[in-house]
């Protein structure tokens, strides 16, 4: 069962996407220098399921273009789901994750995928020299070069 601690919409995670974005609870990683670690416990939020997805995707109908997710892939099944259900409702899919990748079955159903576990030495997307990756799934173009300030 996917858990989330927080529903936004968001613009700068997905270069040029409107996003439907959901923190979910309980990422196992825990990453050295998280600034989310008030999301590792799994029994907080509220369940995130297909139906209540689709509720909000109507509730925005015509001012999305995608739905993201920061964590949720150790949900396999449940996370599936959801990327379904944004996709059939036409909208792209993205996922956030401290993996350097996600199982096949999740990938197939993601627009872009941001991979790679935060090293503060090496900093965000923002920076040229981070070790995480923001993937477009179709060609596997890597597009960092989207958030890099001039």
């Not at 997905?14 to 050295?32: D, K, N, W």
């Not at 872009?112 to 923001?134: H, I, M, S, V, Y």
Request: hydrophobic content about 40%.
């Amino acid at each position: 069962m996917l858990r989330y601690v927080h529903e936004d919409i968001v613009w700068q995670e997905v270069p040029g996407e409107v996003s439907l974005a959901y923190t979910i609870a309980g990422c196992p990683l825990r990453c050295p220098g998280c600034h989310s670690t008030y999301t590792w416990n799994a029994d907080q939020g509220d369940e995130l399921t297909p139906a209540r997805l689709q509720r909000r995707i109507e509730d925005y109908a015509g001012m999305l273009s995608c739905v993201l997710f920061f964590g949720g892939e150790w949900q396999g099944e449940a996370l599936l789901a959801c990327l379904r259900t944004a996709r059939a409702a036409g909208l792209k899919t993205c996922l956030y994750t401290g993996l350097d990748d996600v199982p096949p079955a999740i990938r197939a159903e993601l627009t872009f995928l941001k991979t790679g576990a935060w090293r503060r030495e090496r900093g965000g997307l923002d920076d040229p020299a981070t070790n995480q990756r923001f993937i477009r799934t179709a060609d596997g173009a890597v597009l960092n070069q989207l958030f890099w300030r001039n």
